[in-house]
């Protein structure tokens, strides 16, 4: 009997210390990135105006609230488990990476179920804790809503396009696709060591920040999802608590058949991001790597020779 124990054991810690190991870490940074990503958006469309503490309607601020909470949200993750699966905690990321970075094929698949399985448990996890502000929040409305009609509460979870787009597919589409060329972009370059990249262990820092500057660019199109399991994730756990057809097919007054958008256009927008950074950035810098025998400048600095020639005929 010890015998079995031990054997399973073992095989229990050879599965954690290779794929295993990494889906457990992109199961729980996902995780985290849902947990304090929706918290915020909790905060800031039902904590603050049902505790009391706000009187008047969303605005700016509230927006500030949610940019911050989701930059926070990534950076934390990346943190938590970078040593363990590089963190990818997107599956448009996982997906650039397998194209463009040799990530194996074999693990985008594990990837991609370990971090819509996180995002469900976080989102999960937010739903148990705010569920009586979410409820008071739809009581409290006039007249009152029941959760099917309830788009703000949804978008604690779940991201739906703007007004302006109306019905159409190719605005929030585009939206979705550029947001996530940024990120992806962004991070092929704070982790090239050839490049400027940051030292100290910021990059995931940086990272953060850049989810930040997307929320603040961007956010407002289309809820700025930029990553598919942030999406799928909580929209499934609205389906299952009875927000019915927000959730699938991602049905609201001015749009229909949602659901696929902030999944198609994050991994669209991943390969374009990274493809871009690779061939106006990347393919520099290999170029440089194998002419070594060139003089090439310090990257932003003027040659010294040139420097010292300029000087001289200054003087002159």
Request: net charge negative; hydrophobic share 50%; proline share 6%.
């Amino acid at each position: 009997m010890s015998e079995q124990i031990s054997q399973r054991s073992n095989a229990w810690s050879r599965l954690r210390s290779n794929i295993g190991g990494e889906m457990l870490a992109e199961f729980l940074g996902t995780a985290v990135i849902i947990l304090l990503g929706c918290g915020s958006v909790a905060v800031a469309v039902v904590g603050l105006p049902g505790s009391g503490r706000q009187s008047v309607d969303f605005g700016a601020s509230n927006w500030l609230i949610i940019a911050f909470g989701w930059g926070f949200a990534v950076m934390f993750a990346v943190y938590m488990t970078a040593g363990v699966s590089g963190a990818h905690l997107n599956p448009a990321v996982t997906l650039a990476f397998a194209v463009r970075r040799k990530f194996a094929w074999a693990k985008v698949g594990p990837f991609w179920l370990a971090q819509v399985l996180g995002a469900l448990a976080g989102a999960a996890v937010v739903y148990a804790v705010y569920h009586d502000a979410i409820d008071a929040f739809n009581a409290a409305q006039n007249p009152p809503l029941s959760r099917p009609d309830s788009l703000g509460t949804f978008s604690i979870f779940a991201t739906f396009p703007a007004e302006y787009f109306g019905n159409g597919v190719w605005g929030p589409l585009l939206d979705q696709i550029v947001g996530t060329a940024i990120l992806v972009g962004i991070i092929a370059a704070l982790i090239d060591n050839r490049n400027n990249a940051p030292e100290s262990n910021l990059g995931p820092a940086l990272i953060g920040f850049v989810v930040v500057g997307i929320g603040l660019s961007f956010g407002t199109n289309a809820g700025y999802a930029i990553n598919p399991a942030r999406d799928f994730g909580p929209r499934l756990l609205t389906l299952f608590e009875g927000w019915g057809n927000k959730a699938f097919p991602g049905n609201g007054d001015w749009f229909s058949n949602y659901w696929w958008i902030p999944i198609v256009g994050p991994l669209v927008g991943g390969l374009v991001g990274i493809l871009i950074y690779d061939l106006l950035i990347g393919q520099v810098l290999t170029a440089r790597e194998k002419a070594p025998g060139e003089f090439l400048p310090e990257p932003g600095r003027v040659p010294a020779d040139q420097s010292a020639e300029s000087q001289r005929t200054s003087a002159e």
